[in-house]
């Protein structure tokens, strides 16, 4: 079947300017999380989503990030006034339950580059 | 807390050598530990996952990893590598309860043909 799937795999910006990220995540998958990779690290918490609702977003950095899953499905990261430090690779991942064994799986991400 | 510690940067290995790719965990309780790999502009694909039980965990592509709690470490094997395995691995553990992953900072492969 399907994979995660994120949109759209690259996007360029200038300094200031606002960006949407979006992922769809495998059907049925009720958990879905968001990671930043920046170059040369692993992946990064940042918020996770169980159903409709984020159950953690403690890993957001500041208060200019902000994500929403209205439906329960997709969901879109907000970045708002874009730095260069935001320059990173956005990785979405979904799970069939929110149970700790399992198995979270990524789509192919999606670049940001803040100019 | 939880983490993850890959010590080496990057393993060179011959084709059709033995691969091991280490990596070793703290987390409070037991840990669930996971196995990805990730090729150049891609996402981290699953290999294999650690819950309980067996200590030798098989995963896919002929990859197995090692649960070994006294060390508190899961190394990665395969007994023969293949050129087509060269790719960045990231190991992660999760505590029970926790729903975020704690990734290491990655092991670049090289197989050399």
């Known amino acids: 079947g399907a994979g995660v799937s994120q949109t759209p795999s690259n996007k360029v910006t200038e300094k200031g300017k606002y960006v949407e990220l979006r992922c769809d995540p495998i059907?049925?998958?009720?958990?879905l999380y968001w990671y930043r990779q920046s170059l040369g690290q692993g992946p990064e918490f940042l918020i996770y989503?169980?159903?409709?609702?984020?159950?953690?977003d403690s890993g957001l950095p500041n208060d200019r990030f902000f994500a929403v899953r209205p439906e329960g499905s997709v969901s879109t990261l907000k970045i708002q006034r874009t730095e260069r430090g935001d320059s990173a690779v956005y990785l979405c991942?979904?799970?069939?339950?929110?149970?700790?064994?399992?198995?979270?799986?990524f789509g192919p991400g999606t670049r940001l580059t803040v100019l | 807390a939880q983490s993850v510690a890959q010590p080496e940067d990057q393993v060179n290995v011959a084709e059709g050598n033995p691969l091991t790719v280490k990596c070793t965990y703290s987390?409070?309780?037991?840990?669930?530990l996971f196995w990805y790999v990730q090729y150049p502009n891609r996402g981290l694909q699953f290999l294999l996952k650690?819950?309980?039980?067996?200590?030798l965990v098989k995963g896919s592509y002929g990859f197995e990893a090692e649960f070994n709690k006294s060390q508190t470490s899961f190394h990665l094997k395969k007994p023969s590598a293949l050129v087509s395995d060269s790719a960045l691995y990231f190991c992660?553990?999760?505590?029970?309860?926790?729903?975020?992953?704690?990734f290491g900072k990655g092991n670049q492969v090289v197989v050399i043909p």
């Open positions: 991942a979904s799970s069939f339950s929110s149970l700790s064994t399992d198995t979270q799986y």
């Open positions: 059907s049925g998958h009720t958990a």
């Open positions: 989503f169980q159903g409709t609702g984020a159950a953690d």
């Open positions: 987390v409070s309780g037991n840990p669930y």
């Open positions: 650690y819950i309980t039980g067996d200590n």
């Open positions: 992660a553990v999760r505590g029970r309860g926790n729903n975020r992953l704690a």
